[in-house]
Protein backbone atom coordinates (compact mmCIF):
# COMPACT_ATOMS: atom_id res chain seq x y z
CA UNK A 1 0.00 0.00 0.00
CA UNK A 2 1.06 3.60 -0.47
CA UNK A 3 -0.12 7.16 -0.23
CA UNK A 4 -1.87 7.06 -3.40
CA UNK A 5 -4.20 4.64 -2.06
CA UNK A 6 -5.51 6.65 0.27
CA UNK A 7 -6.98 9.04 -2.77
CA UNK A 8 -8.13 6.02 -4.27
CA UNK A 9 -12.26 5.40 -4.97
CA UNK A 10 -13.28 1.99 -4.74
CA UNK A 11 -12.79 1.31 -8.34
CA UNK A 12 -9.38 2.51 -7.80
CA UNK A 13 -9.60 5.66 -9.58
CA UNK A 14 -7.74 9.13 -8.12
CA UNK A 15 -10.11 12.21 -9.29
CA UNK A 16 -8.24 14.90 -10.85
CA UNK A 17 -9.02 17.54 -7.98
CA UNK A 18 -6.44 16.01 -6.22
CA UNK A 19 -3.97 16.38 -8.81
CA UNK A 20 -1.36 19.16 -9.35
CA UNK A 21 -0.36 20.21 -12.57
CA UNK A 22 2.72 22.18 -12.98
CA UNK A 23 3.84 24.42 -16.09
CA UNK A 24 5.11 21.79 -18.04
CA UNK A 25 1.91 19.39 -17.62
CA UNK A 26 3.92 17.26 -15.06
CA UNK A 27 1.17 15.92 -12.15
CA UNK A 28 2.06 16.01 -8.46
CA UNK A 29 0.05 14.90 -5.84
CA UNK A 30 0.94 16.57 -2.02
CA UNK A 31 4.46 17.15 -3.92
CA UNK A 32 4.88 13.52 -5.03
CA UNK A 33 5.42 12.96 -8.83
CA UNK A 34 2.81 10.62 -10.12
CA UNK A 35 2.22 9.44 -13.75
CA UNK A 36 -0.55 7.40 -15.56
CA UNK A 37 0.14 4.13 -16.99
CA UNK A 38 1.45 3.22 -20.62
CA UNK A 39 -2.13 2.33 -21.82
CA UNK A 40 -3.48 5.59 -20.97
CA UNK A 41 -0.64 8.47 -21.65
CA UNK A 42 -2.19 9.67 -24.64
CA UNK A 43 -5.70 9.67 -23.04
CA UNK A 44 -4.63 11.76 -19.87
CA UNK A 45 -2.55 14.46 -22.52
CA UNK A 46 -5.93 14.84 -24.17
CA UNK A 47 -7.95 15.64 -20.90
CA UNK A 48 -4.95 17.69 -19.70
CA UNK A 49 -5.18 20.00 -22.54
CA UNK A 50 -8.76 20.26 -22.26
CA UNK A 51 -9.96 21.76 -18.41
CA UNK A 52 -13.81 20.72 -18.53
CA UNK A 53 -12.68 16.90 -18.92
CA UNK A 54 -9.97 17.16 -16.93
CA UNK A 55 -12.25 18.68 -14.39
CA UNK A 56 -14.86 15.53 -14.71
CA UNK A 57 -12.22 12.95 -14.70
CA UNK A 58 -10.80 10.43 -12.61
CA UNK A 59 -7.77 8.12 -13.79
CA UNK A 60 -5.42 5.69 -12.48
CA UNK A 61 -2.08 6.77 -11.39
CA UNK A 62 1.41 5.31 -10.61
CA UNK A 63 4.05 7.24 -8.30
CA UNK A 64 6.86 8.73 -11.12
CA UNK A 65 9.43 5.66 -11.86
CA UNK A 66 12.92 6.85 -12.39
CA UNK A 67 2.84 0.27 -30.16
CA UNK A 68 0.25 0.60 -31.63
CA UNK A 69 -1.66 -1.84 -33.92
CA UNK A 70 -2.77 -1.94 -37.02
CA UNK A 71 -4.02 -4.06 -40.26
CA UNK A 72 -3.97 -3.99 -43.99
CA UNK A 73 -7.33 -5.91 -44.25
CA UNK A 74 -10.56 -6.50 -42.80
CA UNK A 75 -13.47 -8.72 -42.80
CA UNK A 76 -16.79 -8.41 -40.77
CA UNK A 77 -18.77 -10.74 -38.62
CA UNK A 78 -22.25 -9.90 -38.46
CA UNK A 79 -23.71 -6.70 -39.31
CA UNK A 80 -21.32 -3.12 -39.42
CA UNK A 81 -21.17 -1.39 -36.21
CA UNK A 82 -22.60 1.62 -38.11
CA UNK A 83 -26.12 -0.32 -38.77
CA UNK A 84 -25.75 -1.93 -35.48
CA UNK A 85 -26.22 1.21 -33.72
CA UNK A 86 -28.48 2.62 -36.27
CA UNK A 87 -30.67 -0.59 -35.40
CA UNK A 88 -30.94 0.22 -31.84
CA UNK A 89 -31.93 3.55 -32.50
CA UNK A 90 -34.86 2.65 -34.46
CA UNK A 91 -35.39 0.68 -31.34
CA UNK A 92 -33.99 -3.11 -31.51
CA UNK A 93 -33.25 -3.48 -27.81
CA UNK A 94 -30.01 -5.04 -28.72
CA UNK A 95 -27.38 -5.01 -31.33
CA UNK A 96 -23.79 -6.92 -31.51
CA UNK A 97 -21.37 -6.98 -34.07
CA UNK A 98 -18.06 -7.60 -34.37
CA UNK A 99 -15.21 -6.66 -36.63
CA UNK A 100 -12.20 -8.81 -37.29
CA UNK A 101 -8.44 -8.39 -38.59
CA UNK A 102 -6.21 -11.27 -39.72
CA UNK A 103 -2.90 -10.80 -38.00
CA UNK A 104 0.30 -12.64 -39.63
CA UNK A 105 2.36 -12.00 -36.69
CA UNK A 106 0.86 -14.51 -34.04
CA UNK A 107 -1.60 -16.11 -36.79
CA UNK A 108 -4.91 -15.13 -34.87
CA UNK A 109 -7.18 -12.66 -35.52
CA UNK A 110 -7.29 -9.43 -33.91
CA UNK A 111 -10.88 -8.40 -32.83
CA UNK A 112 -13.76 -5.39 -32.16
CA UNK A 113 -16.42 -5.72 -30.68
CA UNK A 114 -19.40 -3.51 -29.75
CA UNK A 115 -22.98 -4.20 -28.09
CA UNK A 116 -25.36 -1.21 -27.99
CA UNK A 117 -28.50 -1.84 -25.80
CA UNK A 118 -31.23 0.90 -25.76
CA UNK A 119 -33.20 2.22 -22.70
CA UNK A 120 -36.28 3.59 -24.92
CA UNK A 121 -37.79 5.71 -21.07
CA UNK A 122 -34.53 7.16 -20.70
CA UNK A 123 -33.45 7.92 -24.71
CA UNK A 124 -29.85 6.74 -23.85
CA UNK A 125 -27.33 4.02 -25.67
CA UNK A 126 -25.72 1.85 -23.28
CA UNK A 127 -22.70 0.84 -25.55
CA UNK A 128 -19.48 -1.27 -24.54
CA UNK A 129 -16.47 -1.53 -27.01
CA UNK A 130 -13.70 -4.48 -26.81
CA UNK A 131 -10.74 -5.15 -28.36
CA UNK A 132 -9.64 -8.73 -28.03
CA UNK A 133 -5.85 -9.39 -28.69
CA UNK A 134 -4.10 -12.36 -28.65
CA UNK A 135 -1.82 -12.73 -25.02
CA UNK A 136 -2.40 -9.31 -23.80
CA UNK A 137 -5.39 -7.88 -22.01
CA UNK A 138 -8.62 -7.30 -23.66
CA UNK A 139 -9.58 -3.30 -23.84
CA UNK A 140 -12.62 -1.78 -22.94
CA UNK A 141 -14.89 1.15 -23.21
CA UNK A 142 -17.78 1.66 -21.81
CA UNK A 143 -20.35 4.50 -22.51
CA UNK A 144 -23.68 5.93 -22.09
CA UNK A 145 -25.00 8.49 -24.78
CA UNK A 146 -28.31 10.29 -24.56
CA UNK A 147 -30.36 10.62 -27.89
CA UNK A 148 -32.53 13.63 -27.15
CA UNK A 149 -29.69 16.19 -26.00
CA UNK A 150 -27.10 14.35 -28.28
CA UNK A 151 -24.14 13.61 -25.64
CA UNK A 152 -22.48 11.39 -23.48
CA UNK A 153 -22.98 11.55 -20.02
CA UNK A 154 -20.65 8.88 -19.35
CA UNK A 155 -17.36 7.53 -20.56
CA UNK A 156 -15.06 4.92 -19.40
CA UNK A 157 -11.80 2.62 -20.26
CA UNK A 158 -10.24 -0.61 -18.52
CA UNK A 159 -8.35 -3.62 -19.11
CA UNK A 160 -9.96 -7.11 -18.63
CA UNK A 161 -8.07 -10.52 -18.01
CA UNK A 162 -9.37 -13.18 -20.35
CA UNK A 163 -7.46 -16.57 -21.22
CA UNK A 164 -6.91 -17.54 -24.32
CA UNK A 165 -9.52 -19.97 -24.23
CA UNK A 166 -12.41 -17.79 -23.23
CA UNK A 167 -11.30 -15.13 -26.47
CA UNK A 168 -11.72 -18.07 -28.57
CA UNK A 169 -14.89 -18.78 -26.74
CA UNK A 170 -16.15 -15.10 -27.17
CA UNK A 171 -15.47 -14.91 -30.82
CA UNK A 172 -19.03 -16.71 -31.26
CA UNK A 173 -21.01 -15.41 -28.18
CA UNK A 174 -21.09 -12.05 -26.87
CA UNK A 175 -23.02 -12.59 -23.58
CA UNK A 176 -20.16 -12.58 -21.42
CA UNK A 177 -20.05 -9.69 -18.54
CA UNK A 178 -16.80 -7.86 -18.55
CA UNK A 179 -17.87 -7.94 -14.58
CA UNK A 180 -17.08 -11.67 -14.81
CA UNK A 181 -13.11 -11.29 -14.95
CA UNK A 182 -10.56 -9.29 -13.60
CA UNK A 183 -11.06 -6.18 -14.40
CA UNK A 184 -9.32 -2.46 -13.70
CA UNK A 185 -10.57 0.40 -14.63
CA UNK A 186 -7.99 3.21 -16.27
CA UNK A 187 -10.31 6.28 -16.48
CA UNK A 188 -13.89 7.26 -16.40
CA UNK A 189 -15.46 10.97 -17.18
CA UNK A 190 -19.14 11.56 -15.53
CA UNK A 191 -20.21 15.36 -17.37
CA UNK A 192 -21.37 16.31 -20.57
CA UNK A 193 -19.24 14.77 -23.01
CA UNK A 194 -19.74 15.64 -26.83
CA UNK A 195 -19.50 13.13 -29.60
CA UNK A 196 -16.21 15.11 -30.78
CA UNK A 197 -14.38 14.35 -27.38
CA UNK A 198 -15.77 10.89 -26.77
CA UNK A 199 -14.43 9.83 -30.38
CA UNK A 200 -11.25 11.19 -29.68
CA UNK A 201 -11.08 9.53 -26.12
CA UNK A 202 -11.65 6.44 -28.11
CA UNK A 203 -8.99 7.04 -30.45
CA UNK A 204 -6.45 8.03 -28.24
CA UNK A 205 -6.93 4.77 -25.80
CA UNK A 206 -7.90 1.48 -27.89
CA UNK A 207 -5.00 0.22 -29.80
CA UNK A 208 -6.31 -1.03 -32.90
CA UNK A 209 -6.49 1.73 -35.09
CA UNK A 210 -8.38 -0.09 -37.64
CA UNK A 211 -11.00 -1.28 -35.37
CA UNK A 212 -11.16 1.71 -33.51
CA UNK A 213 -12.27 3.76 -37.26
CA UNK A 214 -14.34 1.28 -37.82
CA UNK A 215 -16.30 1.80 -34.28
CA UNK A 216 -16.25 5.16 -35.33
Do not use: C
Not at 83 to 97: A, C, T
Request: aromatic share 14%.
Amino acid sequence: MDFLDNFRNEQGLISTRDIQLDEYGNMYIEQEEVESLNEIKQVVNLLKNNPYLWSISKIDLQLKRRGRWGGASASIIGIRFSEGLKNVIEGKRVEKSMFYIDDDITGKGLEGRLLAYYNRRNFEIDFQLWEIIPYLPTYYVHGIYNLKDEVFSHFDGALIDINEETKIYMKWNFNLSSKEYNYRKLFRLDGIISIKDAMELMYYYLPLEDLSHEYG
